[in-house]
């Protein structure tokens, strides 16, 4: 099956820094990945999700790139603000959407 | 009201006592799944079901058994609490949105503790 792993597990970055968190996966059967940020107390939220036919997505201050011959895939924050702590989570899947396979999580503090 | 509702939200039960999880969801998803979170482990697959006749074992399914009711309906029971079942556990629902699947929806999560 998929192995999905995570890095950093913990990031700490001033305000207004930017932040990055690669995931590799192992399946070259995954076509779709998804990331999640979960604060304190709540679910993890999908906030952003590229899929295997494009190389990088952007929503405001969110990127993400995805680089499938070497497998791996990044999270990029910039302008980093204090509701950003949270843990994030990088999951992979295939066209399937049978099963998604998630990252350890990195924690991320912003510190004002 | 959440898209996807668990209940409850807390639960402090004692060791050898069966409880039961519930997770309805209003998404009209199919795909119905239960995870289990640990400190450092990130999400472990417990069960999953893609319909109401459906139901699969994820990679920690020991000591926990599922029931889908409907669509919308799909509990977590552990028939015999034990204290290394202390964990945050979500339920999550995916399927098929504006003709495109996407991500898993989430609940908010039941903390359980077994004492």
């Known amino acids: 099956g998929e192995n999905v792993e995570q890095h950093p597990s913990t990031l700490s970055v001033q305000e207004g820094d930017s932040a990055v968190i690669k995931c590799t996966y192992s399946d070259s059967a995954s076509n779709y990945f998804p990331w999640y940020k979960q604060e304190l107390g709540k679910g993890p939220q999908l906030i952003i999700d590229i899929r295997s036919n494009v190389g990088e997505k952007k929503d405001q201050r969110i990127a993400v790139t995805l680089n499938k011959t070497a497998k791996h895939f990044s999270l990029h924050i910039t302008e980093t603000q204090p509701e950003d702590s949270a843990v994030y989570f990088c999951?992979?899947?295939?066209?399937?959407?049978?099963?998604?396979?998630f990252g350890s999580g990195t924690k991320l503090n912003v510190k004002p | 009201d959440a898209d996807v509702t668990q209940t409850p939200r807390n639960r402090i039960t004692k060791t050898g006592k069966r409880i039961m999880l519930e997770c309805s969801q209003t998404k009209g998803h199919d795909r119905m799944y239960w995870y289990r979170q640990d400190p450092g482990l990130g999400l472990r697959l417990i069960y999953y079901s893609f319909d109401v006749k459906d139901i699969n074992k994820g990679e920690i399914s020991d000591g926990y058994s599922v029931s889908r009711q409907a669509q919308a309906k799909f509990s977590l029971s552990l028939e015999s609490a034990i204290p290394n079942q202390t964990a945050l556990y979500f339920c999550a629902t995916s399927g098929n949105d504006r003709g495109r699947n996407y991500g898993y929806t989430f609940g908010s999560g039941t903390r359980l503790t077994v004492v």
């Open positions: 999951a992979a899947t295939d066209y399937n959407f049978n099963k998604f396979y």
